[in-house]
């Protein structure tokens, strides 16, 4: 049995962004604070902390999971895409690029989890229905209210065909 | 943010146990975290350990045998709603995994945890007992199983010993010739009421009835005044009847004020998504879908 005692550390290999990363970990690490605070990725945003609002999400082997309630220990051995992953140097992701020509940003607080969450979705279901997107996005909450825009650029680019997987 | 605490991962039930009996109130079980973390967090519970049961073999397993269908603790709600056999054998337990929380919780949340943590406010309990759940607890003392009715005591209560472990649910699949639905309300993170009702069809006739109601009150439970009150109809009548059943129901919930609502409020959308539900699956019993929508309103 694996035991990590109370104020120790263990070490955790995981790939973020397609790089390799070692890092020291305390059971109690959020995923959000290492990618935040020791990795300088800020993408990930803490805003409700109880897995309501979709803000910190990020994907762990391709699942959208809310960084802020998700031990940093659960992602060894495991790929973190935040969406510091998403473009290709340069180039962006379709996703990116329908969100731009649709406005379908206004403050940016909530995007980088709606980019995540509709890229799970468009992996899995490159066709859905509007009622599905909406589904789907339940938990990714825009206080903005933009969503009419953030349905239209998600099912553009369903539509277009563009994704990458 | 978490105050620190030592990770236990056994991989054996017994192991598991064994801590628990050892660390007591100072342990607490952890699968996907999505409960037990935010009561962590909040300062709700103060623990030095948790104990880690994912990496116990078996546990997330699902399988099927004998008109039974067992889903493992740590089955995520992703696998149940995608998995071949429970889509198969219980199809309407798929279609609610689908629609539990949303899709972050979903991808770690565990059946198991869910149960065990038994917030009033959760789909699965209710569902579950629809299909006659059955709770398999086990100890190093040995193995038991309960019926989910009476493993769910109250709001966060159960009738786990502290050395237990949740292991599986066992499901028993409906006869054939069952239609069922489930319908859900709120507006809130978690439903406000669920409703889940099953009619199997003995020829022109509704043979049983499940009607069960969750959210309400501080448990899920079936309504056997309405089931009875059902049973022997015949199907072309259960929509004149739907009024009487859903009031029945109204009778024997035992709502609780809370934030989602008075428990008045709550007795009157007991009546109003017992009809609404009963009617969907009348509609399926005899072959139609109703393609109902109401706001703020999941129907499975």
Known sequence: ?165 | MLRPFALYQPTTVAEASDLLAREGANAALYAGGTEVLLILKEGLLRVGSLIDVKRVPGLAAIRADNGHLSIGATATHRTVENDATVRARCPLVAGVARHVANIRVRSVGTVGGNLAFADPHSDLATVFLAFDAVVHLASRRGARTLPLADFVRGQYETAREEDEILTAVRLTAWPAHTAGAYAKFGVHERPTLGVAVALTRHGDAVGAVRVAVGCVGPRPQRISAAEERLCGVSLADVARHAGEVAELAAREVDPTTDLHGSAEYKRDMTRVFVRRTLLVAVARAAGRDTHERHPHTVIV
Not at chain 1, 38 to 58: E, I, N
Not at chain 1, 100 to 108: D, L, N, P, R, Y
């Open chain 1, 1 to 165: 049995m694996n035991v990590i005692p109370i104020q120790s550390s263990s070490k955790i290999r995981f790939r973020v962004n397609g790089g390799a990363v070692e890092l020291d970990v305390r059971p109690e690490a959020l995923l959000l604070d290492v990618l935040r605070d020791r990795l300088q990725l800020k993408g990930a945003r803490r805003s409700c902390d109880m897995q309501v609002c979709g803000a910190c999400t990020v994907l762990v082997d391709g699942a959208p999971v809310s960084a802020c309630t998700y031990l940093a220990i659960e992602a060894d051995g495991r790929e973190v895409l935040t969406v510091e992953g998403l473009a290709d140097g340069d180039r962006l992701d379709p996703l990116q690029e329908a969100f731009i020509e649709h406005g379908a940003v206004q403050c940016g607080f909530c995007t980088s989890g709606m980019l995540l969450t509709a890229k799970t979705l468009l992996a899995e279901e490159p066709s859905p229905s509007p009622e599905r997107v909406a589904e789907y996005l339940r938990g990714n909450l825009c206080r903005c209210t933009g969503y009419r825009k953030i349905l239209d650029a998600i099912l553009a680019c369903a539509k277009s065909g563009a994704t990458r997987a």
